[in-house]
């Protein structure tokens, strides 16, 4: 780390303190965000069709639940693998500090994890769990029996209260997966000693920003699960979740402006180092990539796509294009705020600036390996608790 | 606090624990020191440093900070006022580790001063607040500590510091123990619940760094604060910060 700091040093522009060379929360910090975003916004789109009973939606409710799962398993690693002392990582809940708004991540985490997320998935493919089980034999329908917790019980009465428990169980969750990311936005927006964090908007733009990186995440996994599988998409679905991305978009789009618009007009202290950090030091990862590829070009092309003018096989390479945008846009929407709001010094006088090391303890291959974990985890989990092959009853008489 | 502690108590005995260890402070005083017959403060008094940076290398020697230039509990700033230029000219080679350069033509010069920069010991500590483990506290005596032995490294505290008093203590610094722990000034803390002053105190050939006990009356600290008009950093933090600056510069944070 220390050759790092020598190279940085030559960079340093203006006056910082001296203690502030180093950029203190690296590449991981960004990541965590960014992924407790996709578990948030994830799950948000499978709330759709539960408590808004959005019907176009459905295929993608399992496979959205099942994506929110893969990444809130690796949420917590970019922030254990960050930490100076992972071996005392429990700490954050055996001797919680609760003034902390750290200390509680460990809780929330925990219980959106086996409260709400765990919960729900049981009781949705309990039915289906069981039939497994009895079907497929070896380690695989051993872990299914497993997953039974014992319970074979798949009368329509019984599976009809399971039903009863998902949508109970998904109201507790909403606003549970809006809290958990709200928090997280919460972690920087409550330090008041910097003023590119310091906003209580903060929160709210995590998670707008959460639903549009969910979203998206979502519709890009059905795309190509669908594409892998050779199963035609279903047009009212991916259709409408292109909407709602759309709308989440707009929201986003609004809070964003809103924020920078109360910066630039209340004209704090500070003010001046904030111009130049936007225009100057994350102009490419701001103005470039988070504004104008990440937000502006996808609210456009998802406007065109909505027209109609296009056939539904280019509205789908629309979608594969602004998605991926889209996942690029809000990461860099993360980076903007936890490396953008370190470059800037307390002092409002200078700027330091981040290198990314290659490799080694948070560099780049490492912030790679936890991006690239939570798929594999998708795919064993796809494997394992299909999300489309054996359809709930409305999903065969929609098929029928 | 105690809530907490009653918590712990609940957690060990529900995970079976024998013992369970709390924390032991980092920087243990010596034994029969009454933390409750002391109230510190330090004054800084702008107008008599000479930027000779004695204080913040007997600051690296005393409380083993690595000799990196990135790394300080305390440092010297040079604030310089050009002739004709707006906002001031800042600038702190090494921390003032070495002393200043003669930068600056001195024709040009309408004012210039050193600002001694160290934590501040806020009454009202960002960084003891958002700690997640309590490894930052604040003593009784007003000191801010960090124990390094419950320190997990997450910096929050360090983003949390208005003030850039705080570093996260090099995996390759000299003190083993305090490896990729938050790090920042004591008040000499092991000095001064012996009776000392604080190193970077002890050094100062102008005086310019005073420490003293806002608990006892005939104190040089308490009465400079008492009577003369002195100024804290960044005072709209709400920190309530208890290193007193005399004649300080309103531009100066
Ligand atoms: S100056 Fe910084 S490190 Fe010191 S007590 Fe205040 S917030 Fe904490
Ligand atoms: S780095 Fe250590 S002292 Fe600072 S907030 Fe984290 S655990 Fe507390």
Redesign the interface.
């Known amino acids: 780390?220390?050759e790092i700091?020598w190279q940085v040093?030559q960079h340093v522009q203006g006056?910082?303190?001296?203690?502030?060379?180093?950029v203190?929360?690296s590449v991981l910090i960004a990541l965590y965000p960014y992924i407790t975003g996709l578990v948030a916004g994830a799950f948000i789109v499978a709330s759709l069709e539960r408590i808004f009973k959005v019907e176009a939606v459905k295929p993608t409710y399992r496979l959205a639940l099942l994506t929110a799962l893969a990444f809130l398993l690796c949420a917590p690693l970019p922030?254990v693998a960050?930490?100076?002392?992972?071996e005392?990582?429990l700490?954050?809940m055996?001797?919680?500090?609760?003034?902390?708004?750290?200390?509680g991540?460990g809780f929330v985490y925990a219980w959106y994890l086996m409260a709400v997320l765990l919960i729900e998935l049981y009781f949705d493919y309990r039915k289906d769990i069981v039939m497994w089980s009895q079907e497929v034999g070896g380690i695989k329908g051993f872990i299914y029996k497993i997953l039974t917790l014992g319970d074979y019980n798949i009368s329509d009465e019984a599976v009809k209260a399971d039903n009863k428990i998902v949508n109970i169980v998904t109201v507790i969750g909403l606003p549970s997966a809006a809290f958990l990311h709200g928090y997280v936005g919460f972690?920087f927006g409550?330090?008041?000693?910097?003023h590119w964090w310091s906003s209580p908007l903060m929160p709210i733009i995590f998670l707008f920003s959460a639903m549009v990186s969910g979203i998206a995440l979502v519709l890009l996994i059905y795309i190509v699960s669908s594409y892998i599988r050779g199963v035609e998409l279903d047009r009212a679905c991916t259709d409408t979740l292109a909407n709602y991305l759309l709308y989440s978009y707009l929201l986003d789009l609004s809070l964003e402006f809103m924020e920078l618009a109360h910066l630039f007009y209340t004209q704090e202290e500070g003010i001046d180092a904030i111009r130049v950090l936007i225009t100057d030091k994350l102009f490419w990862t701001f103005i470039v990539i988070q504004v104008f590829l990440g937000t502006l070009v996808p609210i456009f092309l998802l406007i065109i796509a909505r027209t109609g003018i296009f056939k539904f096989n280019v509205r789908k390479w629309i979608y594969i294009f602004v998605t991926t945008l889209t996942l690029i846009g809000v990461f860099a929407m993360r980076w903007n705020v936890v490396i953008g709001g370190?470059l800037i010094?307390?002092?409002?006088?200078g700027y330091t600036t981040y290198i990314m090391p290659l490799f080694g303890p948070e560099s780049l291959s490492l912030a790679l390996a936890i991006w690239i974990l939570p798929f594999i985890i998708l795919a064993v989990l796809i494997k394992l608790l299909p999300p489309w092959e054996h359809p709930h009853e409305w999903e065969k008489t929609e098929a029928e | 606090m105690v809530s907490?502690r009653k918590?712990?108590a609940i957690?060990a005995a529900v995970?079976g624990f024998a013992s369970f260890k709390r924390k032991v402070a980092a920087q243990e005083p010596v034994e029969g020191y009454d933390w409750n017959k002391h109230k510190y403060a330090f004054v800084v008094d702008t107008t008599r440093c000479i930027g000779c940076g004695r204080c913040v290398r007997a600051c690296k020697i005393e409380n083993e900070v690595p000799m990196?230039?990135?790394?300080?509990r305390t440092?010297v700033?040079r604030w310089v006022w050009l002739k004709d230029e707006e906002g001031p000219k800042?600038?702190?080679p090494?921390?003032g580790f070495d002393g200043f350069p003669p930068t600056y033509d001195e024709r040009m010069i309408s004012k210039s001063y050193y600002v001694p920069?160290l934590c501040n010991h806020c009454d009202r500590p960002?960084c003891?607040?958002?700690?997640?483990?309590?490894a930052t506290y604040k003593t009784k005596d007003g000191v801010v500590l960090v124990d390094e032995k419950?320190?997990?490294?997450?910096?929050?505290c360090?983003?949390?510091?208005?003030?850039?008093?705080?570093?996260?203590y090099?995996?390759?610094g000299p003190r083993e123990t305090r490896?990729?722990?938050a790090d920042k000034c004591t008040w000499c803390y092991h000095r001064i619940t012996r009776g000392y002053k604080p190193a970077c105190v002890e050094v100062c050939p102008v005086g310019a760094r005073k420490f003293g006990d806002l608990m006892d009356p005939e104190d040089e600290v308490r009465k400079i604060i008492e009577e003369r008009r002195v100024q804290v950093l960044k005072p709209d933090?709400?920190t309530l910060p208890q290193v007193y600056y005399i004649e300080l510069d309103s531009e100066v944070?």
């Not at chain 1, 010094?345 to 006088?349: A, C, E, I, P």
């Not at chain 2, 003891?128 to 309590?134: A, I, K």
């Open positions: 780390m220390s700091l040093l006056y910082i303190y001296p203690n502030e060379v180093e203190n929360w922030l960050h930490l100076g002392h992972p005392r990582a700490e954050i055996m001797t919680p500090h609760l003034s902390s708004a750290m200390a991540f972690i409550s330090v008041k000693a910097n370190q010094s307390k002092t409002y006088l | 907490r918590f712990l957690i995970a990196k230039p990135f790394y300080f440092w700033e800042v600038d702190s090494n921390g920069k960002p003891v607040q958002v700690c997640p483990v309590g419950y320190c997990i490294g997450c910096r929050y360090i983003q949390a510091c208005p003030y850039g008093a705080r570093y996260l090099p995996a390759d490896r990729n722990t933090m709400g944070r």
